[in-house]
């Protein structure tokens, strides 16, 4: 892989956006998490006007072996099957993209379908789905390389039409597990407790799963080096690699990173293992349903804007989140201070 160049954010600029904040014709702290959020955007802007140009949605399609072991209720078709129907505007990701004017591709990274001649889908189709991580490494180093390569270029080209906040999504089922065992490895927590029921598993269906995840740790324990990179190749989906790619290129150049829910926080929480910085561009949109989403945000000391018991995916909890984001822009550029309104500045 490729190294990438992120720079945390000057701070020197920091007490002229807190004084700018806090002379805003309102009770000091009084809007609370939209002025730490405003603080962070003219942060990573380095601006005290900050705007949000041209927000992009990357959904990023990809199947994965593992699901071949039941650990999912849905079967692999259906992320495929959804793939098509986001092309026809039918998702939720379709709807919220349209409420909030975001720019959406939707990108074949590894779906096991065939989409040609299919209009409305990117192919950067690295192969039919993973292989089986129960038994094997889920891609290859150069798969992985490429992969990442693939979400990096996508950042590009949404930068190069003027983009500077992107949103990232999914859609692979069985996509939780790789997940769980980020999570487990990263944030060094128990594995049973970061798994759940994903799409819908019941009581029965969630065992099972936890069996096969700790099967394929056990086996990953045996017979393989543990570093970063190892565990992101072994476990990891080509969606997951890709919009790691995609976040990392995007700190890179200094634009906003939106974060959705808990497919999305482990592959933000693997950007972090790869380039600590990339968490100064993240906003995490929302805590979903999903059984350990709190505990790994907690871990990456994040602070959702949301939570709304959503667990759809495809980035849908972060685009419900936008508005927040522009509010803070609006505040910070359009709210009175005192002197201009006359107002007695009492603290």
């Given at each position: 892989?490729?190294?990438?160049?992120?720079?945390?954010?000057?701070?020197?600029?920091?007490?002229?956006?807190?004084?700018?904040?806090?002379?805003?014709?309102?009770?000091?702290?009084?809007?609370?998490?939209?002025?730490?959020?405003?603080?962070?955007?003219?942060?990573?802007?380095?601006?005290?006007?900050?705007?949000?140009?041209?927000?992009?949605?990357?959904?990023?399609?990809?199947?994965?072996?593992?699901?071949?072991?039941?650990?999912?209720?849905?079967?692999?078709?259906?992320?495929?099957?959804?793939?098509?129907?986001?092309?026809?505007?039918?998702?939720?990701?379709?709807?919220?993209?349209?409420?909030?004017?975001?720019?959406?591709?939707?990108?074949?990274?590894?779906?096991?379908?065939?989409?040609?001649?299919?209009?409305?889908?990117?192919?950067?189709?690295?192969?039919?789905?993973?292989?089986?991580?129960?038994?094997?490494?889920?891609?290859?180093?150069?798969?992985?390389?490429?992969?990442?390569?693939?979400?990096?270029?996508?950042?590009?080209?949404?930068?190069?039409?003027?983009?500077?906040?992107?949103?990232?999504?999914?859609?692979?089922?069985?996509?939780?597990?790789?997940?769980?065992?980020?999570?487990?490895?990263?944030?060094?927590?128990?594995?049973?407790?970061?798994?759940?029921?994903?799409?819908?598993?019941?009581?029965?269906?969630?065992?099972?799963?936890?069996?096969?995840?700790?099967?394929?740790?056990?086996?990953?324990?045996?017979?393989?080096?543990?570093?970063?990179?190892?565990?992101?190749?072994?476990?990891?989906?080509?969606?997951?690699?890709?919009?790691?790619?995609?976040?990392?290129?995007?700190?890179?150049?200094?634009?906003?990173?939106?974060?959705?829910?808990?497919?999305?926080?482990?592959?933000?929480?693997?950007?972090?293992?790869?380039?600590?910085?990339?968490?100064?561009?993240?906003?995490?949109?929302?805590?979903?349903?999903?059984?350990?989403?709190?505990?790994?945000?907690?871990?990456?000391?994040?602070?959702?804007l949301l939570c709304l018991g959503l667990r759809l995916g495809e980035g849908t909890g972060a685009l419900c989140a936008y508005p927040?984001?522009?509010?803070?822009?609006?505040?910070?550029?359009?709210?009175?201070?005192?002197?201009?309104?006359?107002?007695?500045?009492?603290?």
């Amino acid at each position: 892989m490729k190294p990438f160049c992120i720079e945390a954010p000057d701070t020197a600029l920091l007490p002229a956006i807190r004084e700018k904040i806090n002379n805003l014709n309102k009770p000091k702290g009084s809007l609370g998490r939209l002025e730490t959020l405003a603080e962070q955007v003219c942060l990573v802007q380095q601006t005290l006007t900050p705007l949000l140009c041209h927000p992009c949605h990357l959904l990023l399609g990809g199947d994965h072996g593992i699901e071949r072991e039941g650990v999912s209720v849905s079967p692999r078709e259906v992320t495929w099957q959804q793939m098509l129907n986001f092309t026809r505007g039918g998702g939720g990701v379709n709807m919220f993209c349209r409420q909030h004017g975001f720019k959406l591709r939707i990108v074949d990274v590894g779906v096991d379908y065939d989409f040609t001649g299919v209009e409305g889908i990117l192919n950067r189709k690295v192969a039919r789905g993973t292989r089986n991580f129960l038994y094997e490494p889920a891609m290859t180093q150069e798969e992985f390389d490429r992969t990442i390569d693939i979400g990096a270029a996508l950042c590009d080209d949404c930068y190069d039409e003027g983009c500077n906040i992107l949103c990232i999504g999914e859609m692979g089922i069985a996509n939780t597990s790789p997940s769980s065992i980020w999570m487990s490895q990263f944030c060094h927590i128990p594995l049973d407790e970061c798994i759940g029921a994903g799409a819908g598993l019941d009581t029965p269906g969630i065992r099972h799963k936890k069996e096969i995840l700790a099967k394929a740790l056990e086996n990953y324990a045996l017979n393989s080096q543990h570093s970063t990179l190892n565990i992101l190749k072994h476990f990891g989906g080509f969606e997951m690699i890709a919009a790691i790619g995609a976040m990392l290129r995007a700190a890179e150049r200094k634009m906003l990173v939106m974060v959705d829910g808990f497919i999305m926080s482990a592959c933000a929480l693997a950007a972090m293992q790869l380039e600590p910085h990339v968490r100064d561009f993240m906003i995490f949109g929302h805590c979903g349903d999903e059984s350990g989403h709190r505990r790994m945000l907690d871990a990456m000391h994040a602070e959702p804007l949301l939570c709304l018991g959503l667990r759809l995916g495809e980035g849908t909890g972060a685009l419900c989140a936008y508005p927040i984001i522009e509010s803070a822009v609006r505040m910070v550029n359009e709210m009175n201070n005192f002197d201009n309104a006359n107002i007695t500045k009492y603290f």
